[in-house]
């Protein structure tokens, strides 16, 4: 998979792509306008994040690429890639229990913190994208 070359898209099936991971220098796009709500994309080698309305959503280190994301109240679910292993933190329901899958395999059940923050580290290998689905217990 490659990085979203224009940062922030919005694709026909209704989801966002976004990120750049082949970027040496950080790139943000602010102001993109999806279903009502505003979106700020920050992406390079180091960091990819995207913002909601001013309010965290996602954030990896390494940067990754993410294609077809999609929250709704109960489930997450997109596809990431990237140069090497990431670790990506949602922004979730605070204190909640989520089962966690990476391309249809349960790796387990988690907790969000006070927060509502849920971080997940990932296996990557380069020019392979990894399915991932949070569903809320």
Same mark, same amino acid.
């Given at each position: 998979?490659?990085? #979203?070359?224009?940062?922030?898209?919005?694709? =026909?099936?209704? %989801?966002?792509? @976004? +990120?750049?991971?082949? !970027?040496? /220098?950080?790139?943000? !796009?602010?102001? @993109?306008? @999806? $279903? +009502?709500d505003l979106y700020k994309v920050k992406t390079f080698a180091e960091i990819t994040k995207l913002e909601k309305n001013g309010m965290f959503v996602y954030e990896s280190v390494p940067g990754t690429a993410v294609e077809n994301f999609k929250a709704t109240e109960d489930i997450v679910?997109?596809? =990431?890639? +990237?140069?090497?292993?990431? $670790? @990506? %933190?949602?922004?979730?329901?605070?204190?909640?229990?989520?089962v966690v899958y990476m391309d249809d395999v349960n790796v +387990?059940?988690?907790?969000t913190n006070l927060s509502g923050k849920l971080s997940v580290s990932t296996e !990557?290998?380069? /020019?392979?994208? =990894?399915? #991932?689905? #949070? #569903?809320?217990k």
């Open positions: 998979m490659a990085a #979203v070359k224009d940062l922030l898209k919005a694709e =026909v099936d209704g %989801t966002l792509s @976004f +990120g750049d991971y082949t !970027l040496e /220098n950080k790139t943000k !796009l602010d102001g @993109f306008e @999806f $279903q +009502g679910t997109f596809k =990431v890639s +990237g140069m090497k292993d990431a $670790q @990506f %933190t949602l922004e979730l329901e605070a204190d909640s229990e989520y +387990g059940d988690m907790k !990557l290998e380069p /020019n392979q994208s =990894v399915e #991932v689905k #949070v #569903v809320k």
